[in-house]
């Protein structure tokens, strides 16, 4: 037994401090991106806006489809199951107060990250994975280039841009969904939805979930990029990371959707 437990104590001392490095090196990939993004500023002409147009395809225009089909769905979820339980109670027009607050707040902007962190987050850490494999990014440094402002910048920038568009798009066809739902299994009239949708959500609810969608799309861009730049020589390696970024940046990304809760909680918004 002794020997279990100090077994079950070593495994979590290894969990912590492999934490409080994942930490570290989150913060000091931050920090690169905030030095490269200030060297940018200085010299706008180094800053790559063909790589970033190319990365904001992939990751904003390419993921629409998906996006809205999903978003589309779950709203549509939300609202049958919303008047089939508040039927009982007469108050099936409730369900529109729900379905507006839940998706400009919260599932819109959450569910569109855990999408993009699978999406496009695993993309990023394949890609400079295998560069790093290839001896690529080595390659980078000794002709003179950061690879950070090369091939981070363009791609966390591409993020933070993509994030807010397919979350607003994502909202939208939400409600679209749930108004939908509402109109043919609800009864409620389309003008009526919209009456109450009016009255429901403020640009308050719109606001917090537009602010969250950038830092969300930051936290998952760091993740990747740190994951992608981990990567060893092997295939081995490669897939542990990509898997291991996909994970992490789903976890971050909760994480700071109850942040985000507490403090506009707190602050009344």
Do not use: N
């Amino acid at each position: 037994t002794t020997v279990t437990i100090s077994g079950i104590l070593e495994q979590i001392g290894r969990t912590m401090a492999g934490l409080g490095g994942t930490i570290l090196s989150l913060v000091d990939m931050l920090g690169a991106v905030l030095a490269a993004s200030g060297r940018v500023l200085m010299h706008p002409r180094s800053f790559r806006l063909t790589s970033t147009v190319h990365h904001l395809e992939q990751v904003c225009w390419r993921a629409v489809p998906i996006v809205v089909l999903i978003t589309f769905l779950i709203g549509c979820i939300i609202s049958q199951q919303g008047i089939f339980h508040f039927r009982r109670f007469g108050a099936d027009i409730f369900v529109v107060d729900m379905l507006g607050v839940l998706v400009l707040r919260e599932i819109g902007v959450l569910l569109v990250a855990i999408m993009v962190a699978g999406r496009s987050g695993s993309a990023y850490t394949a890609e400079l994975g295998s560069m790093k494999m290839r001896e690529e990014i080595d390659a980078l440094r000794t002709m003179g280039f950061d690879p950070i402002e090369v091939l981070v910048l363009p791609r966390m920038l591409a993020l933070v841009l993509a994030l807010p568009i397919l979350a607003f798009l994502g909202a939208m066809a939400a409600l679209y969904g749930g108004g939908l739902v509402a109109w043919l299994y609800g009864g409620v009239e389309p003008e009526a939805f919209l009456l109450r949708l009016r009255d429901a959500i403020s640009i308050d609810h719109f606001t917090v979930g537009m602010i969250k969608a950038p830092v969300m799309a930051a936290v998952i861009g760091i993740v990747a990029c740190v994951e992608g730049l981990a990567v060893q020589g092997s295939a081995e390696s490669l897939g542990q990371h990509t898997t291991s970024s996909v994970v992490k940046g789903i976890f971050f990304v909760i994480v700071m959707d109850g942040v985000f809760a507490i403090f506009f909680a707190s602050i009344g918004m």
